[in-house]
């Protein structure tokens, strides 16, 4: 499914994989693809990133040999970012995929690193956070950074500050803000605060309502939406990773920064 969202940083093209059993999504301005589900093929050239959350099936397996066969053709490599023990694990599962289509180098494209900070584009920062899922998991945030004038140079003419900068002082201070955040599966428990303050948030609701289940597979529900909602201070919420039964009950929300994504059954 392909969305709009308007942010402060002009509009995002969203290609987000509408399938239970299938988790990614694609931001087309950025290149920056977050998880392996299944993506739209005329998207693929523009895959720049790819971030991982985690190494279940449904998000590494579905796009991984589509986005190795393009790169491969195309004699291009693109970087994988993902957590220290999927960055040992992958390859193994990616090798084994090349030995099976006995084509050794075909996985090669994907080159697969550990890291916990990656450069989406010069202004844009990609970082991890721990979820809370039946496995070690990650959220993706993208945050944008700005310089701003430090107070205490505010008022003087721009030549006395680029003098006193030249002179060796630090004029300018950093701050960033939460732009874009996707937190793969998780509970309540594993979203953090800035998760809430982004502008755009991509999220899950895998499971039909609360119970103990939900705590032991690790997943949303529909009333944990209903509960971010309330906390939500960004644009735009898109709810992936939703069953017939979870897109029933999540009908019964009425807030119109929510975008539910899922396709029905054949
Ligand atoms: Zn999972
Ligand atoms: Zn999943």
Same mark, same amino acid.
């Given at each position: 499914?392909?969305?709009?969202?308007?942010?402060?940083?002009?509009?995002?093209?969203?290609?987000?994989?509408?399938?239970?059993?299938?988790?990614?999504?694609?931001?087309?301005?950025?290149?920056?693809?977050?998880?392996?589900?299944?993506?739209?093929?005329?998207?693929?050239?523009?895959?720049?990133?790819?971030?991982?959350?985690?190494?279940?099936?449904?998000?590494?397996?579905?796009?991984?040999?589509?986005?190795?066969?393009?790169?491969?053709?195309?004699?291009?490599?693109?970087?994988?970012?993902?957590? *220290? $023990?999927? /960055?040992?694990?992958?390859?193994? !599962?990616?090798?084994?995929? =090349?030995?099976?289509? @006995?084509? &050794? #180098? +075909?996985?090669?494209?994907?080159?697969?690193?550990?890291?916990?900070?990656?450069?989406?584009?010069?202004?844009?920062?990609?970082?991890?956070?721990?979820?809370?899922?039946?496995?070690?998991?990650?959220?993706?945030?993208?945050?944008?950074?700005?310089?701003?004038?430090?107070?205490?140079?505010?008022?003087?003419?721009?030549?006395?500050?680029?003098?006193?900068?030249?002179?060796?002082?630090?004029?300018?201070?950093?701050?960033?803000?939460?732009?874009?955040?996707?937190?793969?599966?998780?509970?309540?428990?594993?979203? *953090? $605060?800035? /998760?809430?303050?982004?502008?755009? !948030?991509?999220?899950?609701? =895998?499971?039909?309502? @609360?119970? &103990? #289940? +939900?705590?032991?597979?690790?997943?949303?529900?529909?009333?944990?939406?209903?509960?971010?909602?309330?906390?939500?201070?960004?644009?735009?919420?898109?709810?992936?990773?939703?069953?017939?039964?979870?897109?029933?009950?999540?009908?019964?929300?009425?807030?119109?920064?929510?975008?539910?994504?899922?396709?029905?059954?054949?």
């Amino acid at each position: 499914m392909k969305l709009h969202v308007a942010t402060s940083q002009g509009e995002l093209t969203l290609v987000v994989s509408d399938s239970l059993y299938s988790q990614c999504v694609f931001v087309r301005q950025w290149g920056l693809l977050v998880d392996l589900g299944d993506f739209m093929l005329p998207d693929m050239a523009g895959v720049r990133t790819v971030l991982l959350t985690h190494s279940h099936l449904d998000h590494v397996l579905h796009g991984c040999a589509k986005l190795a066969l393009y790169a491969k053709k195309r004699d291009r490599t693109v970087p994988v970012w993902t957590s *220290p $023990e999927d /960055a040992e694990r992958l390859p193994e !599962l990616f090798g084994q995929l =090349a030995a099976f289509d @006995r084509i &050794p #180098a +075909l996985f090669a494209a994907l080159d697969v690193r550990p890291s916990d900070e990656v450069e989406v584009r010069s202004d844009l920062v990609a970082r991890p956070f721990t979820t809370r899922h039946a496995i070690p998991s990650r959220g993706w945030t993208v945050w944008r950074r700005t310089s701003h004038l430090l107070p205490s140079f505010e008022g003087l003419s721009q030549d006395e500050i680029a003098e006193r900068a030249r002179a060796g002082e630090q004029v300018e201070g950093a701050s960033e803000k939460p732009l874009f955040t996707f937190t793969g599966d998780t509970t309540l428990a594993g979203i *953090p $605060e800035h /998760a809430l303050e982004s502008e755009v !948030l991509v999220t899950e609701c =895998a499971m039909p309502s @609360r119970g &103990p #289940a +939900l705590e032991r597979f690790g997943h949303l529900c529909p009333v944990d939406i209903e509960e971010l909602l309330t906390r939500f201070t960004g644009r735009a919420m898109v709810v992936t990773h939703t069953s017939h039964r979870t897109r029933e009950e999540l009908t019964g929300i009425d807030d119109s920064r929510m975008t539910v994504v899922g396709a029905e059954a054949p």
